[in-house]
């Protein structure tokens, strides 16, 4: 398939860009030449489309059913026994319903830890969208659940293959305080002969640190230093409660951090360490946690809230600017989940949006970028492009109705019961 | 004229309401009676629209074009030499602009501080919703130019009464720093006399504190105590820098608060007091300051950061619940200004809006106000209804083309120079 998207707003400059299968082909002023979809892209400026670096899509599913309370009552009470009653297709229903907001606000790839590998992996596919997803892995240190967890994300694997490109099978040991020192050495051990990444929860609280200096007699990542966890390959999400040694300990083995600054508000868990993080050759990127705890997937919207929460925590308003944020959304995930895209160049794999420019956010347009990321929100688009193919035109989706339909079915049983 | 809105949903309940002329006239499961429109409301509900406590609306000309700066950079060299260059067609025109992105993000007052008042006011007439323009009054201590704004502002106030009752008269004297203790107790004598509000910035940066105690000996709060300056005419922005003897002659004389989180947060003045504000009985609302420092108007968004900045300061997520923070913009400024509006109820003025709730975010809907609150944004808005006429339906303003095409020149041209 080949488009072509004319006279659209690219860098400041009016330009046509021409898409042939998953790759941006080329780009122009002016590209006299046929193609089997032409897009008119006037009033409208292309950007790449977001990153999501953590999150737990099937969520939404739970999106405002338990807000305004404390962590322990959440989970204990609200999260974790509607959980308990998850089917696949249950995830499924979420999965899509979460990959069809994130289409409708310009995002096209997600980091995923959640139940029901498979389900998420199907609504990924029939979505059209990329993501990592991993299954949820605790074993509560208990060798039998352990064995259980060993065998299970080793067959998700095998199975994965069945997928397309678009699906990164992914570990997921959920965080130091539910899975045992073995199940991350198997981890560990398990990325490198095969060359995936290990998406986990890492000192998103204070009290998971003194918990860990309780039990080890050391802070987690000076835990998982020592047990031989740490490598290029450990994605870890939120890394608020951090210690300079730690910091070095992170960049010395190459980890990828992820910033989810509306969870870690909205859950009263810190901030994240960002000038201290970016001090050092570390790469960060950016994420929104699962709809539970945001409760939206707008990565825009999430931009804004990073970008403040620094500036807020530093007491300066230059830190992490617009440009910077937006970053950590495209180019910088891109890098770290080894995806060709998170900008527009010829070469690049075409995951792109074109953002509406008459969108009511966004007039005056005295610049694009500080624009989208502090007036902006996932409202602003219009198209969103993955792999070449279009998801989303003129704000609209193929079978959008259907999923609406049936996410809220599965999201009123849920809990109902 | 009269509405009939149809089989919408108020309060979990599906119900008809009946509007005539400004009011509220009935609310009924099933309302069998003619109206001159019918509007559909399945699908959707009805919630009170928006009031903005504090904002400068024509800066919205400005959004996003400086941001990431210090404070004196943004103000001396972007904001201020840029605001020097306005005429009252700007500012009518960055009004009408302002009162377009409101009207479509559901907010249908302002509590406004600005230059070239009839600007704002015709811009708030021929937009239909309400505000409560202020000039800028600032004399920087000079006797003559304090006279100048006194006569202004008494010219200001009778021609003012050309308006219809959806624009209120204010006194902007702009804060402690700019304006000398008379015109402060000139505004003081003026407001007590004509029953009209004055608006002023009050303790947003710390550096403030510590001016006021190098010149006056004393803390901001103490200082307009000393001078006779505090009342119940008083809103107050910003509000930051308090110790609880301030709080306490806060209480004491009545004075209104405007928490401005985005504002606060982007341009890192601070964070605003709230568990200490309603211990007492402190009247609080929320604004989103002007576009240059947030930079939307979208009193969704503001309401988001308004209760994750507090539960992440108190460290404590259930703090300023989505039920709170709703009424912070909806039933306590409807109060605070003086409006028989703020909630939807038979015999209140009827400025309410339908939201979709087919909107992505809102999908599912266990509990509209936490949905809206974390999930929604402005885009949920379907249809705004101000003093009980119809400004929005279907996202579709009358009119709003000629907005964007006018505010658009206006804003190049100003920035261009």
């Known amino acids: 398939m080949s488009i072509l998207i004319r006279k659209v707003q690219l860098n400041g400059e009016v330009r ?35 990153f999501n670096g953590h999150t737990h899509a099937a969520m939404v599913l739970l999106r405002g059913y338990a807000d305004d309370l404390s962590l322990s009552e959440w989970l204990n009470n609200k999260i974790w026994p509607t959980e308990a009653r998850l089917t696949e297709e249950d995830v499924y229903w979420g999965t899509r319903l979460a990959c069809l907001e994130m289409i409708k606000s310009g995002t096209t790839f997600f980091n995923d830890m959640y139940w029901h590998f498979h389900g998420v992996a199907r609504a990924v596919e029939d979505s059209g969208i990329r993501a990592a997803p991993s299954a949820v892995f605790i074993d509560l240190y208990d060798k039998s659940k352990a064995a259980e967890q060993i065998a299970l994300n080793r067959r998700l694997f095998e199975e994965s293959k069945r997928y397309s490109n678009r699906v990164l099978f992914a570990l997921g040991p959920h965080a130091i305080y539910t899975v045992s020192k073995e199940s991350l050495q198997w981890a560990r051990d398990f990325a490198a002969e095969n060359d995936v990444f290990i998406h986990l929860h ?33 994605i870890a999400a939120h890394a608020i409660w951090l210690e300079d040694r730690e910091i070095e300990l992170l960049e010395e083995h190459d980890v990828k951090l992820v910033y989810n600054p509306t969870s870690n508000m909205k859950l009263a868990s810190g901030v994240f360490p960002y000038t201290k993080i970016t001090d050092r050759e570390i790469a960060a990127v950016l994420g929104t946690d699962g709809c539970a705890s945001n409760n939206n997937l707008d990565m825009l919207e999430e931009m804004k809230f990073a970008a403040l929460l620094q500036k807020m925590n530093s007491n300066n308003p230059t830190v992490l600017s617009a440009h910077d944020v937006f970053q950590l959304a495209t180019a910088a995930p ?5 995806i060709n895209s998170g900008s527009i160049e010829e070469g690049k794999v075409a995951d792109l949006i074109l953002v509406d420019l008459s969108d009511i956010n966004l007039v005056p347009n005295h610049q694009l970028i500080p624009n989208i990321v502090y007036s902006g929100n996932g409202g602003c688009v219009d198209t969103t492009i993955c792999d070449g193919k279009i998801l989303m035109q003129n704000k609209r989706v193929e079978g959008e109705e259907e999923v609406l339909e049936r996410a809220r079915e599965v999201a009123f049983a849920l809990t109902a019961s």
Chains 1, 2 share one sequence.
Not at 205 to 234: A, M, N, S, W
């Open 16 to 50: 046509d860009i021409l898409v042939e299968g998953s790759l941006i082909k080329e780009i122009n002023a002016d590209l006299q030449m046929a193609a089997e979809i032409i897009i008119d892209g006037s009033g409208k400026a292309a950007l790449p489309s977001f």
């Open 202 to 234: 890492l000192s998103e609280t204070e009290k998971e640190v003194e918990d860990c200096i309780r039990q080890h007699g050391k802070r987690p990542v000076e835990y998982l230093h020592d047990i031989g966890f740490l490598g290029p390959q450990v």
């Open 334 to 338: 891109a890098r770290v989940f080894n």
